[in-house]
């Protein structure tokens, strides 16, 4: 098969995932501790380049779906899957793969959500519980779904990504 008619396949089969795994999971995926199942599929990269647009793709069309936080979360939100994709792309070690997207997801949409949540109004919550709280969901979806996931393509992989 053609090079890139597969790069082009992966990217969309990765993004309808993405969009599958997080419309009917909806209400844990958009709040101030949100678990996204299909953030899960952030340890793709680490298989296939092809996973870094599908997940981006994926990400955006999902938060427009389901986004409580309007337009700077779609973009932004989106942009922070687009980042951490990429370097869980680079990361050396399969163990270390999930560790972009809860870094870059804690602080870039804890800070989406306090900001967009509360703007200039001073509240007794700080911007690290926000951060914290989508660390959190980060940590279960990446390393308590992703990881597993890993070790699931590691005996497949000749079959899924050639």
């Not at 709040?31 to 340890?43: C, F, G, K, N, P």
């Not at 942009?79 to 680079?90: D, E, M, N, Q, R």
């Not at 997207?101 to 989406?112: E, R, Y």
């Amino acid at each position: 098969m053609n090079k890139k008619i597969l790069f082009l396949v992966q990217s969309a089969l990765i993004a309808a995932i993405y969009v599958v795994l997080t419309l009917p999971f909806a209400v844990i995926s958009t709040d101030y501790l949100q678990v996204r199942i299909s953030e899960a599929l952030t340890v793709l990269p680490f298989y296939t380049p092809a996973a870094i647009p599908g997940l981006f793709i994926g990400c955006l069309l999902s938060n427009i779906f389901v986004s409580k936080f309007g337009m700077v979360d779609i973009v932004f939100g989106s942009l922070a899957t687009l980042i951490a994709a990429f370097l869980s792309y680079k990361m050396p070690k399969k163990i270390l793969v999930p560790i972009p997207p809860i870094i870059v997801n804690a602080v870039i949409v804890g800070f989406l959500i306090y900001y967009g949540t509360f703007g200039n109004i001073k509240v007794n919550t700080t911007l690290f519980v926000f951060m914290g709280g989508v660390g959190l969901g980060q940590l279960i979806a990446c390393y308590g779904l992703g990881y597993p996931l890993m070790l699931i393509i590691d005996k497949y992989k000749n079959y899924i990504f050639k």
